[in-house]
């Protein structure tokens, strides 16, 4: 029997989560932008397996489903599919997540994100008959928690736990917001009250901004969580990439959003900076989101390895702060074998053109 996702953290475990799923899979060409939907699980799922096994390799103690906007609803907007149903979707992705997950003792966490019908009407009614439909089939299938992810309001997630609270497994959510508070200007504190009080088991952040401002975005949620006196495990997945201009928009209003990221992509050491920050800032539940790839993962997995007593597959294949260069002949290679090296390096971008800033390129 796998140990439950409260039973680890309870005991204080340090929890891996895995990466971004559907940003990894536009750029392997398996899901298209700027709609970003999952239906790859029924098309390619030979593609999703082959990336929940990568993160998996990396460390990742949980594999979240492909489910990201698996709604009829929104794959109706995207105009993606025609012919492959939300349900469809949501299934075979609890499937090909499940198969992997027994592959090592993971958790399978399956997750529902914000929906279409919110920005329009704000109907609560709508947004939980949506969610409600991802959940009949979450529930069909073996899963062992429920994560609410990707929220720009704290109303429609707190909706969306209300639902999910009702499947009977804990349940995660996560806002993509800033410290600045959600969409409607509500604190990240008072945010996480909400969700804890429509039961949510764990808080915290995901995507749209960089590892470091989400911690202080988690942060701000424990602070709130502490003055109302309630308790809640948290959760950070952040983006992969350096967003220092956008730290309240989001990265989708960046000039380079989605087709030229590159530049901004963090190293594994940056990984492992941000693990840190996260754990000194009480969070235990540490992942990534968009812009995180498989070694990524690894990063934080070799970070955090002191507290787990244990190193992931894919170190076999890497060694602690590029303990591994050692091995080669020469000394401009074996003086890299360490972590002073590496942790004072600052990459450049190669590009003489190229400001660390970016500018719109339409005007
Ligand atoms: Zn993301």
């Not at 009949?136 to 073996?142: G, L, M, N, S």
């Not at 967003?243 to 030229?260: D, V």
Request: aromatic share 8%; with cysteine.
């Amino acid at each position: 029997m796998r140990k439950g996702i409260l039973e680890r953290l309870n005991a204080g475990e340090v929890v891996i989560g895995d990466g971004g799923y559907v940003m990894q899979l536009e750029r392997r060409g398996y899901v298209k932008a700027p709609h970003f939907t999952p239906e790859a699980a029924v098309e390619h799922p030979e593609a999703v397996r082959q990336l929940h096994r990568e993160f998996q390799r990396a460390g990742a103690d949980v594999l979240q489903t492909l489910t990201f906007y698996s709604s009829d609803e929104k794959l109706q907007i995207s105009g993606n599919v025609t012919d492959i149903t939300g349900t469809q979707i949501n299934e075979a992705a609890c499937d090909l997540a499940r198969e992997i997950a027994n592959e090592s003792d993971a958790l399978v966490a399956a997750g529902v994100s914000q929906t279409p019908v919110y920005p329009v009407n704000r109907n609560q009614a709508e947004v939980k008959a949506i969610i409600q439909k991802q959940l009949d089939v979450f529930k069909r299938k073996d899963i062992d928690f429920y994560m609410v992810e990707f929220f720009k309001h704290v109303e429609e997630a707190v909706w969306a736990v209300e639902v999910m609270k009702a499947g009977g497994k804990p349940v995660g959510a996560t806002l993509c917001i800033s410290p600045q508070g959600d969409k409607d200007g509500t604190p990240p504190g008072e945010c996480a009250v909400r969700l804890v009080r429509a039961g949510a088991d764990m808080v915290g952040i995901n995507c749209h901004l960089d590892p470091l401002t989400c911690v202080r975005t988690v942060k701000l949620m424990k602070e709130g969580l502490e003055k109302a006196g309630l308790k809640a495990h948290l959760i950070v997945q952040p983006l992969g990439f350096h967003t220092p201009e956008c730290n309240h928009s989001g990265y989708t209003t960046l000039a380079e959003y989605p087709f030229a990221m590159e530049a901004r992509a963090m190293t594994r050491w940056d990984m492992q900076k941000y693990a840190r920050e996260a754990y000194n800032a009480g969070i235990r539940y540490i992942g990534g989101c968009c812009g995180f790839e498989p070694y990524h993962i690894r990063a934080l997995a070799e970070e955090m390895s002191p507290e787990r007593g244990v190193l992931p597959a894919a170190s076999d294949k890497h060694g602690l702060w590029g303990a591994g260069l050692a091995t080669y002949g020469a000394s401009f290679m074996t003086e890299r074998a360490c972590r002073e090296y590496w942790e004072n390096l600052l990459p450049a971008s190669g590009r003489p053109n190229c400001p660390s800033m970016s500018r719109p390129a339409l005007k």
